[in-house]
């Protein structure tokens, strides 16, 4: 679970983790070690102390193994064996003897801490590499983006959201407000969201095609043709 060689969200010190930006270009903040948010895009969540007090969990931070591993310092595994290799012997990524723990040390506390605030889950993940993705200043004021969830707003099938109209992403400081204001309310939407539920993925591909085939008002599906800024 700890070696970022058989999982890829696991913490990877040959990485150089940055902290991502909101809407207007600014950064969302750089964690302590000592005090990391347990959520960099909901700080209300609290902070973890990660010089005595990690834990190898990704979402809620509880170890619901049988015999639950003690709070500690931060670390990571490295790992020796084959990837590939699935047995629970020889070079196998069962075979506890291919890893070897590594405590962090002063000069990574920094890195670990963006780690765990950023990108040790799906989920922030997700949310910190769409970020930078749009992030990219050359999109600024050439296209524009439409935004739906899988399952439904923050999880609740009852709030099954709709395809939003296109509009045009302006760039940070773009002199049009209206264009810059789109930009600012994708990245809230964007670190808003949360990830309960399911994930339909064949019904979301289809409402997509429906979207780009100028259907409108197919089961929330608007037109894409339908005015907006700067048309």
Not at 41 to 54: E, H, I, P, V
Not at 72 to 83: L, N, R, S, V
Not at 113 to 136: E, Q, V
Not at 179 to 189: E, H, Y
């Given at each position: 679970?700890?070696?970022?060689?058989?999982?890829?969200?696991?913490?990877?010190?040959?990485?150089?983790?940055?902290?991502p930006?909101?809407?207007?270009?600014?950064?969302?903040?750089?964690p302590?070690?000592?005090?990391?948010?347990?959520?960099?895009?909901?700080?209300?969540?609290?902070t973890?102390?990660?010089?005595?007090?990690?834990?190898?969990?990704?979402?809620?931070?509880?170890?619901?193994?049988?015999?639950?591993?003690?709070?500690?310092?931060?670390?990571?595994?490295?790992?020796?064996?084959?990837?590939?290799?699935?047995?629970?012997?020889?070079?196998?990524?069962?075979?506890?003897?291919?890893?070897?723990?590594?405590?962090?040390?002063?000069?990574?506390?920094?890195?670990?801490?963006?780690?765990?605030?950023?990108?040790?889950?799906?989920?922030?993940?997700?949310?910190?590499?769409?970020?930078?993705?749009?992030?990219?200043?050359?999109?600024?004021?050439?296209?524009?983006?439409?935004?739906?969830?899988?399952?439904?707003?923050?999880?609740?099938?009852?709030?099954?959201?709709?395809?939003?109209?296109?509009?045009?992403?302006?760039?940070?400081?773009?002199?049009?407000?209206?264009?810059?204001?789109?930009?600012?309310?994708?990245?809230?939407?964007?670190?808003?969201?949360?990830?309960?539920?399911?994930?339909?993925?064949?019904?979301?591909?289809?409402?997509?095609?429906?979207?780009y085939?100028?259907?409108?008002?197919?089961?929330?599906?608007?037109?894409?043709?339908?005015?907006?800024?700067?048309?």
């Amino acid at each position: 679970m700890t070696a970022s060689a058989v999982n890829q969200l696991a913490y990877d010190p040959n990485v150089q983790y940055v902290v991502p930006i909101d809407g207007n270009g600014g950064s969302l903040g750089t964690p302590s070690f000592t005090a990391a948010w347990i959520d960099g895009y909901n700080k209300t969540a609290g902070t973890r102390d990660l010089s005595n007090n990690f834990l190898p969990c990704w979402d809620d931070l509880t170890d619901w193994r049988i015999t639950p591993l003690p709070a500690q310092a931060a670390y990571y595994h490295d790992f020796t064996g084959d990837p590939n290799n699935n047995s629970d012997s020889g070079t196998g990524v069962g075979n506890q003897a291919n890893y070897t723990k590594v405590v962090i040390g002063p000069a990574e506390e920094q890195n670990f801490a963006i780690w765990f605030s950023y990108y040790r889950n799906r989920l922030l993940a997700m949310k910190s590499a769409a970020g930078r993705a749009f992030a990219d200043p050359t999109l600024g004021g050439r296209v524009r983006i439409a935004q739906q969830t899988m399952w439904g707003y923050n999880g609740s099938k009852s709030t099954k959201t709709n395809i939003s109209l296109m509009k045009l992403f302006g760039k940070e400081n773009d002199l049009d407000a209206v264009a810059k204001q789109n930009r600012v309310d994708f990245f809230t939407w964007l670190h808003a969201l949360q990830n309960t539920g399911g994930t339909p993925l064949p019904y979301s591909m289809w409402k997509a095609g429906e979207y780009y085939r100028d259907i409108e008002n197919v089961d929330g599906v608007p037109s894409n043709m339908t005015p907006v800024n700067n048309p």
